[in-house]
């Protein structure tokens, strides 16, 4: 009942407003599988003159 009065009284309160419906705005933000995968983080690539720059005195983890 209090769903019904709040969507009649709307328009009787602010004539002039555009409707929307909030559900639909939310899902209409969420991405699809596609934009997740064209707009995921890219990791970066190993280089070699990364290893040669390390200070030979510091102990490295090898992997």
Do not use: Q
Request: a positive charge; glycine letters at 2%.
């Amino acid at each position: 009942m209090a769903w019904g009065v709040n969507k009649f009284a709307r328009k009787l309160i602010r004539p002039h407003t555009v409707p929307n419906n909030e559900v639909l705005d939310l899902l209409s933000r969420v991405p699809t599988n596609e934009d997740l995968i064209m707009f995921r983080e890219l990791k970066p690539h190993p280089t070699t003159d990364v290893e040669r720059r390390r200070d030979p005195r510091k102990k490295h983890k090898v992997s």
